[in-house]
């Protein structure tokens, strides 16, 4: 197990100790004392945090206790390990799309995942049998990325471990069965559809539902601006200006508060001073564009 532990440590990964014969961390409120660690196990660290690459204390660690198993935090080492299980007798059956004929565990339904997003199985990385029969595939985390954990999201029997999550490392024995490399090879880059699925880009954000707690706040919006144009319709020929101003900043102010659009406003403006010139002349409309946009922006910064 010593020798285990320093060579995937040489090769980069950060290793901690697990529980002879077991998965979880070798710390002293899990580990009890027996002959196996010579009553030492207090001095192993404290699990995934304390995973080192530093082959002194890889050699403390397993001078106390030379039958610990090996542990690698996976975040640590920049790894992202598929983690393809094999049923157990309290596990639901498969769910859509795996729930077809052959589908028997992780590893099928990661077959069924690739044929059902149209893409290769993502092979060719190092590979290792778990002590149950089941098959971890190691990729590397992308460049920038911290996936971390998750379980069941890519489908039946399928967990992954990334950022804040482990695996127990090859060579190791747990309830007396190895976990034996069956492909020797690098971890391979994480397949881009593979990463999509395990983390999706954000959604959109979703815009700011228009006057909260008003019951109708389409009708709301239509009644403001019905009642401001109406407004703006019914002004003299010498005010026409002056209540253009006015009411576009008051619609500037309905704009904060998420009534409606700058650009609804707008448009609902621009069209109405197209009838606001006098009988001899037609609309100014490079004036009143300008004081629309001027107290549309004012109205805006005033808020409510």
Avoid at 67 to 87: E, K, Q, R
Avoid at 103 to 112: I, K, N
Avoid at 259 to 264: G, I, P, Q, S
Avoid at 268 to 290: C, F, R, V, Y
């Amino acid at each position: 197990m010593l020798t285990a532990a320093l060579d995937l440590a040489e090769r980069g990964n950060i290793v901690f100790p697990l529980k002879p014969n077991g998965k979880t961390p070798a710390i002293p409120s899990a580990h009890e004392p027996g002959s196996d660690c010579r009553g030492e196990c207090g001095r192993l660290g404290h699990g995934l945090w304390d995973a080192t690459d530093d082959p002194a204390i890889i050699h403390r660690w397993w001078g106390y206790c030379p039958a610990a198993n090996v542990g690698i935090n996976c975040g640590a080492s920049g790894l992202y390990v598929l983690d393809l299980d094999t049923p157990k007798p309290d596990t639901p059956p498969p769910w859509p799309p795996f729930d077809v004929e052959g589908v028997r565990d992780g590893f099928d339904a990661l077959a069924v995942l690739a044929e059902h997003w149209v893409e290769p199985l993502p092979l060719g990385g190092l590979e290792v049998r778990t002590g149950r029969g089941g098959t971890h595939l190691y990729f590397r985390q992308p460049d920038g990325a911290q996936l971390r954990n998750t379980a069941k999201k890519l489908g039946w029997l399928i967990d992954t471990r990334g950022v804040g999550g482990y695996v127990v490392a090859p060579g190791s024995i747990v309830a007396g069965k190895p976990y034996t490399i069956t492909t020797q090879a690098e971890p391979a880059p994480l397949p881009r559809w593979i990463r999509r699925l395990a983390d999706p880009p954000p959604p959109p954000p979703v815009p700011p539902r228009r006057f909260r707690g008003t019951p109708n706040p389409d009708r709301y919006a239509a009644v403001v601006l019905e009642r401001e144009l109406a407004r703006l319709n019914a002004a003299g020929a010498g005010e026409r200006n002056d209540t253009l101003n006015a009411v576009a900043f008051n619609l500037g102010r309905h704009v904060a508060r998420g009534t409606f659009t700058y650009a609804e406003a707008e448009n609902e403006l621009l069209h109405a001073a197209q009838g606001l010139g006098d009988a001899n002349k037609g609309p100014d409309m490079a004036k009143s564009t300008n004081t629309i946009r001027r107290a549309l922006a004012d109205g805006q910064r005033k808020g409510t």
